[in-house]
C-alpha cells in the first residue's frame, strides 16, 4: 500500500491508500515516490519563495495562495532537474530563464530586490511548448528595516503597470504602510513579530491593502527575518524582514466589511479616547512608531520619518529620557504607566511640546511593546 495524494486534498494535506500498481495502471502520468505521488507539473504560473534557496517553496497558484508548499510537490520526477537548475539560475543572475527539454518548456522570471541584487522569489511556469501564454497577477520583493523604520517595496513585476501609475510610493516608514493594510485579527501577532521576531521566523498572511488609485486589494506577503551583520565585529546587525508579495485582486465588498468589523475590545477602547486624544504603538528597544491605533496627528511629521537627512521625529534629546522610560516599562508590572513631556517634529520643521502617557502593551506571550497616548494642546 502506498499514499495517494489527491490534487485537491494536497493543501489539506489528507491522504488514502490503495495498491500502486492499481493506481498507477490508472494514471499513468504520476510518478510513484517513497511519499506517494508526485502531482503532474502544472500549467499555470507558480509563485515561489526562494529566499532559503534551499527550500523553494510554492506561496501561489496563479492568484490562489498556498501555504508554502515545498516545489518538488508540484513538479513531477521528469521536469525536477530541468525545472531547479532553471530556477537556481534565475536566482544566481537575477534574470529570467527559459529552457526547453523534448516537448517541455519551462519559464522563470525572477522577482529581485534592484537595491540589494537579491531574488526574494520567482514566476515559474512549466508547460508543453505550444501552450498559450496566460496572464499572472502582481507581485513585488520588499524589505522592511527593523531598526530604521523604513519600508521599502521594490519594482513591480508587472507587464501592466508600475507603482507610478499605481500612486504608490515604494520607500516609507513601516508604520504608514501598516496604516495601509488591514490585517484584522492577526493585527497583534504581526506587530509581535516585529517587535521580538528573530531570525529565521517566517510570516505568510492574506490582507487588504488601500491605494491611493482604485479600490481596496486583496494581497499575499511572505515574509522572513533575517539579521544581518554590518561589520565583521558586529555581534548583533541590522533586524530585516525580507519577503515577496503577491496582488490576489480587487476586494469585493462584503469580504472587506468583514476584515473591518470592530471587535467588542475595539469599540470599548474608541469609546475611552478623549478628542484629540492619540494612540500609537512603539518598538521599545529603537523607539521606531509601528502603528497608529485609530487616527494619528495631522501635525505630526511621521511620514518623514524615512527621508534621508530629515530631523528627527522625537526631539533627540528627549530620545534620552523616553529610551531610560521605555526599558523601566519592559520589566514593569503591567499596568504601570509613565507621564513623559516629549517634543515632536511637525510639518513646519519645528518641536512641539506634546504630554504622552506611556505603558506597555503585551502582544502575545513573549513579545511587549510601548502604548504611547498622545495628549496635543488644544486651541480652545
Not at 242 to 263: F, K, M, N, P, W
Request: net charge positive; proline share 6%; with cysteine.
Amino acid at each position: 500500500m502506498v499514499a495517494r495524494v489527491f490534487p485537491a486534498a494536497l493543501h489539506a494535506h489528507s491522504v488514502v491508500t490503495e495498491p500502486a500498481f492499481a493506481f498507477a495502471r490508472r494514471n499513468p502520468k504520476c510518478v510513484p515516490t517513497r511519499k506517494g505521488y508526485a502531482m503532474p507539473s502544472p500549467n499555470n504560473w507558480l509563485l515561489i519563495d526562494v529566499l532559503d534557496p534551499r527550500h523553494p517553496s510554492v506561496v501561489a497558484v496563479g492568484a490562489r495562495t498556498r501555504s508554502r508548499v515545498a516545489l518538488s510537490s508540484f513538479i513531477r520526477a521528469w521536469d525536477r532537474d530541468l525545472v531547479l537548475a532553471a530556477v537556481m539560475k534565475a536566482c544566481r543572475h537575477g534574470t529570467s530563464v527559459h529552457a526547453n527539454s523534448g516537448s517541455r518548456a519551462v519559464a522563470v522570471d525572477p522577482i529581485a530586490d534592484e537595491v540589494t541584487g537579491l531574488v526574494h522569489g520567482v514566476w515559474l511556469r512549466v508547460t508543453h511548448r505550444s501552450a498559450d501564454p496566460i496572464d499572472r497577477p502582481s507581485a513585488w520583493a520588499f524589505e522592511w528595516n527593523l531598526d530604521t523604520g523604513v519600508a521599502r517595496r521594490c519594482a513591480i513585476v508587472s507587464d501592466t503597470e508600475t507603482w507610478a501609475e499605481l500612486g504608490v510610493e515604494q520607500n516609507r516608514p513601516i508604520s504608514d504602510g501598516l496604516a495601509k493594510l488591514d490585517l484584522g485579527s492577526t493585527t497583534a501577532s504581526i506587530l509581535a513579530n516585529l517587535v521580538s521576531g528573530s531570525h529565521g521566523t517566517l510570516v505568510q498572511q492574506t490582507a487588504v491593502e488601500q491605494r491611493p488609485f482604485g479600490g481596496p486589494r486583496t494581497i499575499q506577503f511572505t515574509a522572513r527575518f533575517v539579521t544581518e551583520p554590518t561589520n565583521s565585529s558586529d555581534r548583533t546587525g541590522n533586524r530585516l524582514v525580507r519577503g515577496i508579495s503577491v496582488d490576489l485582486g480587487a476586494v469585493q465588498t462584503c469580504e472587506h466589511a468583514g476584515l473591518q468589523a470592530s471587535s467588542l475590545g475595539d469599540r470599548i477602547a474608541l469609546s475611552l479616547t478623549s478628542p484629540r486624544e492619540y494612540r500609537a504603538i512603539a518598538d521599545p528597544d529603537s523607539l521606531r512608531l509601528l502603528y497608529w491605533y485609530g487616527d494619528a496627528p495631522e501635525d505630526i511629521a511621521w511620514r518623514n520619518a524615512h527621508v534621508v537627512g530629515a530631523k528627527p521625529v522625537l526631539h533627540p534629546e528627549d530620545a534620552i529620557h523616553a529610551a531610560v522610560t521605555a526599558k523601566l516599562l519592559k520589566s514593569s508590572p503591567f499596568g504601570t504607566t509613565r507621564k513623559l513631556n516629549l517634543r515632536f517634529l511637525t510639518y513646519q520643521d519645528g518641536y512641539t511640546p506634546i504630554s504622552v502617557t506611556a505603558r506597555a502593551i503585551d502582544l502575545d506571550d513573549r513579545s511587549r511593546a510601548l502604548l504611547l497616548t498622545l495628549h496635543p494642546k488644544t486651541d480652545e
